[in-house]
């Protein structure tokens, strides 16, 4: 494998799986399956092969997804964590994503997509499943004036929340740039003020609060719209 190769580890109880994700991973150029691992195995292995992303088994009989993500969010340099489901509605991806899950991909996503999914996680992207949305704002705490969550959108600027939008949809600081012709150390600055604007440690948590917040819809919250993005602002 050269340069530039997706290091990847994926965990689940069941042999099928992790094989069948070895395969269709490993017939892409840019990425490599380093190991695969039950769910007792998986802090160890990871830890050992040091992997860019681990797809990981959010329900498994030896140990569950949520405490393995828990001990590999305190490792000195985290991987990027993307959990595996069965069920787009599975009650635990909620906790998963606030515990700092880059996303999540179900088991049955067709396998022309798969790749892609692994590198936009790998460039620090957002995977999420949109018809899983309904579900995971369900989940949530319900849209109110007084959410004092919601109402931390409304301090970002114009720029601000045309980032955030594009981040809650799944693009990375480089496809951000391009889409919106700045430069990506432009992008990531935006998007740490944004982190830090709403409070909260990932991108993943934005995304969630953005569409709590209505930016993703063509309805807002019923307060005041953002002013058209017209362009850089000092």
């Known amino acids: 494998m050269g340069a530039g190769v997706i290091r990847v580890v994926v965990v689940d109880d069941e042999a099928l799986v992790r094989s069948g994700f070895e395969l269709i991973l490993g017939a892409a150029g840019d990425i490599e399956v380093v190991a695969t691992a039950t ?15 681990v797809l990981l088994d959010i329900r498994m009989p030896d140990t569950d997804g949520l405490s393995v993500l828990r001990e590999l969010r305190a490792l000195r340099v985290p991987p990027v964590v993307a959990m595996l489901t069965t069920f787009d509605s599975d009650e635990y991806i909620l906790t998963a994503l606030r515990r700092g899950a880059a996303g999540f991909i179900l088991k049955d996503t067709a396998p022309e997509h798969l790749a892609q999914l692994v590198r936009t996680l790998a460039a620090g992207g957002v995977v999420l499943s949109p018809k899983a949305s309904t579900a995971l704002l369900q989940g949530a705490h319900s849209i109110t004036e007084d959410d004092p969550q919601v109402r931390r959108v409304e301090l970002l600027t114009g720029r601000e929340r045309t980032v ?40 993943v948590q934005a995304a969630l609060l953005a569409q709590r917040a209505g930016l993703l819809t063509t309805q807002h919250t019923g307060r005041r719209h953002p002013a058209p993005d017209t362009g850089p602002r000092p």
């Open 39 to 53: 769910g007792a195995q998986a802090v160890e292995t990871i830890t050992r092969a040091r992997p860019d992303v």
């Open 164 to 203: 955030l939008k594009l981040i809650a949809e799944g693009l990375s600081n480089t496809e951000i740039a391009a889409r919106l012709h700045l430069s990506p150390g432009t992008v990531k600055d935006h998007a740490s003020a944004i982190l830090g604007k709403l409070r909260v440690t990932g991108r």
